[in-house]
């Protein structure tokens, strides 16, 4: 069963995921979309490191007592492919598209991060109290 928590943000990454697809950025030509995913996370309260090799973003989530680590990882750039589907989201940028997998992934886990937090019991711009759930 999926919490009540986890289907509210469907709205939130139905959206990401749709503006990830209709500006997408080829290769490390990525400013405006590590933009977004970097702002998204430090609203989240994560720790956020920008221009990680060029255009990467890294945002860690801090727990508060010792333990594993989990990470997540997304893609953010395009395939320089035309796109063709006729879809009100479709790309704005010539020459540029996302497949599928990749702009899902990045809505994807983007949207983890936000789930995960609230697990962490993160506050906005705070820090976490870890909740260990059975």
């Not at 030509?29 to 430090?42: G, M, P, W």
Request: with cysteine; proline share 6%; net charge positive.
């Amino acid at each position: 069963m999926i919490e009540p928590k986890v289907l509210k943000l469907k709205d939130e990454v139905v959206q990401l995921r749709r503006t990830f697809h209709m500006y997408p950025e080829i290769e490390f030509d990525l400013q405006r979309t590590s933009q977004i995913v970097a702002d998204y996370l430090e609203s989240l309260g994560l720790e956020v490191k920008r221009n990680v090799a060029k255009t990467g973003v890294v945002g860690l989530l801090r727990g508060g007592r010792p333990g594993k680590t989990i990470m997540l990882r997304a893609d953010m750039d395009a395939l320089p492919l035309q796109e063709l589907n006729e879809v009100p989201y479709r790309s704005r940028i010539d020459g540029a598209m996302h497949a599928w997998q990749r702009k899902f992934s990045r809505a994807n886990e983007t949207s983890s991060v936000e789930t995960s937090s609230s697990c962490f019991n993160l506050p906005k711009n705070g820090s976490p109290q870890v909740e260990h759930y059975p």
